[in-house]
């Protein structure tokens, strides 16, 4: 295929096939709490919406995220992912919703697209996840396929130097 994707990846992903992808980049929102208000034109010299919404880094459980969270255990099980996990998730989002709403968006954010990744890699795939130390650890056990996933953070920004987070 051999094809670079921009813009809401799980509007992408929905439409490939399963295993059908042999590595995955993904340099999500880093959960930093700041909105970065960088604008970027195409060639039209129009604004694009999808890179004025990449920068905004800032999560408020709200409705959307709301289903997304609950609707998450039925999609793990849709997908065949272990109860055990099922059940994590479902204890953990529980917990955050009262203790930290706004980690339980940016996780069902993300849980929702790592799960879909998984689905769309080969059997043979890596999916390479860029974040930083703030959340690194939370994806590290809501992903569903750790033995998938890299995860690489960066200490300060920019940097020169990333470091490999071990699973």
Request: hydrophobic share 40%; aromatic share 14%; glycine share 2%.
């Amino acid at each position: 295929m051999n094809k670079l994707f921009y813009g809401d990846n799980l509007t992408i992903m929905w439409k490939m096939s399963a295993e059908s992808v042999d590595l995955i980049y993904l340099d999500p929102p880093f959960n930093s709490n700041r909105s970065y208000n960088l604008l970027y034109k195409n060639t039209t010299g129009l604004p694009i919406l999808e890179q004025i919404e990449a920068f905004c880094d800032t999560w408020e459980f709200d409705y959307e995220k709301s289903e997304m969270a609950y609707d998450i255990p039925n999609i793990m099980r849709e997908y065949g992912i272990q109860n055990d996990v099922v059940q994590f998730w479902f204890y953990l989002a529980l917990a955050l919703k009262s203790t930290n709403p706004k980690l339980l968006a940016y996780l069902a954010y993300m849980t929702i697209r790592l799960i879909e990744m998984r689905r769309i890699l080969k059997s043979t795939g890596s999916i390479y996840l860029h974040c930083d130390p703030t959340a690194s650890h939370y994806l590290k056990v809501v992903h569903p396929y750790r033995a998938a996933l890299s995860l690489c953070s960066v200490t300060g920004f920019p940097s020169s130097s990333f470091n490999k987070i071990s699973m």
